[in-house]
């Protein structure tokens, strides 16, 4: 797979970046919004557990704080807050994943039937029910890579120097290798593609995976804006796909030797 090749010379950010005009398309809109409702149902149903639990906690420290260090919780309130969203919002994107799945992969093939213009013949909401086992099985693919390898650069911040110097970059381009991963996996998944042989087609492309990835990442920090995310990520995902991989696995160029 060559990268040189004139339609595929666009970055990875530039994908993504692509992906939040695809969001507005009008043949998308509504594949769109069920993902995102229920991204922004459960989500604030998270938040407003989450934040009853935090005044509990401060109603409980502001009875254990001496009069004169009471004026703490007007500092400790807002950082508890913004701490709160920033790990809610990665706990909370890595559910979205498997609740989500399903109506992720149809946002994916409307993508590529829109810039293709070519329907995918993938059925229609009966054929996904019945698919469910396989879409979560593809999920789970994904959790069993990702964990051992996430476990193993975490333990990395606990070794001396490496911890505050190599590991920081590790994580980061982890990470974002992982986010390439997970939403570039959606249009590959469409086409039952198996994992490795995606995993193998992204490694071929690894500048364009990791920027797109990184892109995914650094956006994924930023609370509020992280809810459109995942619809800006699988069609600038599906973008790539269709520039990059496609036509390479339709003449069986995607799988390795």
Known sequence: MNETNPITKKSGVNYFLEGFSLIKRPGLRRFVFIPLTINLLLFSCLIYFAIGQLGDAFNWLSTQLPDYLTWLNFILWPLAVISLLVVLSFIF??????????FNGLLAEKVEQLLTGKPLNTGGGIDIIKDLPRILGREWIKLKYYLPRAIGCLLLFLL??????????????????????????????????????????????????????ASVTLFSMIPILNFIVMPVAICGATAMWVDKYREAYKNGAIAPD
């Open 93 to 102: 994107s890595s559910v979205m994943n498997w609740i989500a799945a399903p």
């Open 160 to 213: 001396p120097i490496i911890g505050q110097t190599l590991a920081p970059v590790l994580w980061f381009l982890f990470s974002a290798w992982m986010m390439a991963i997970q939403y570039c996996d959606y249009p590959f998944d469409n086409h039952k593609v198996p994992f490795t042989d995606m995993k193998f087609a992204l490694n071929q492309t690894r500048g364009s995976s990791i920027s797109f990835g």
